[in-house]
């Protein structure tokens, strides 16, 4: 069955929101995924934020709304690299924690401030060994082994959406048992 000929269930004529992506598209991705690229540092994240933005408008946006498609096509993928680039930071501090002050040694750090950051590395530790196998295998995937979201999904056999809402799922629970410690990752320098 071609899908191009189905609606969109809100009224729009069939194939109007596909030819509106495909326009975008031909347009300006070359553009949008340079300024990504530079934005992001990975042509990898870049182009899978083309595609979220481009789902996002899909599902969105009916052709007729839109007045000025460029600026909308670049506001909603800064939005998804924005949101890309909050997650990688909050995921940094919940892997490393402490962690990142052995990289850059501190001679001077007070020994309080050791005990600290070796309290919080355990703490962290056991956190991510708490977690839920199916969240803590997408997490460590992700962040000890380094891999992207489509291979993680490829190789447990899950969509891209599966593997975001585990990932939420065990940031959110790291964050939520850190925070039982008494830990505010986002406060710890």
């Known amino acids: 069955m071609d899908t191009g000929d189905m609606g969109s269930g809100d009224g729009s004529p069939p194939g109007r929101r596909e030819e509106l992506v495909e326009r975008l598209c031909r347009a300006h991705e070359a553009q949008l995924l340079l300024y990504l690229t530079r934005m992001l ?24 709304d839109v007045m000025f498609p460029r600026a909308m096509l670049f506001k909603i993928a800064t939005n998804f690299a924005l949101m890309r680039l909050r997650r990688a ?15 850059v040694p501190d001679e001077a750090a007070p020994p309080d401030k050791r ?20 969240l803590r295998t997408v997490f460590v995937m992700a962040h000890v082994q380094g ?26 629970a790291c964050r939520e048992r850190m925070e039982s410690f008494g830990i505010d990752l986002l406060r710890v320098d």
């Open 147 to 172: 891999k992207p979201r489509r291979d993680i999904a490829e190789q447990l056999g899950i969509s891209l959406k599966r593997v975001d809402k585990r990932m939420t799922k065990a940031l959110r």
């Open 41 to 64: 540092g990975r042509p990898d994240v870049a182009r899978e934020v083309v595609q979220d933005t481009y789902e996002r408008i899909h599902k969105l946006f009916k052709p007729e």
């Open 115 to 134: 005990a600290m950051a070796d309290e919080i590395n355990e703490r962290l530790v056991q956190t991510i060994q708490e977690l839920h196998p199916s």
């Open 89 to 103: 930071r909050l995921e940094s501090t919940l892997i490393t924690g402490s962690a990142g002050m052995e990289r």
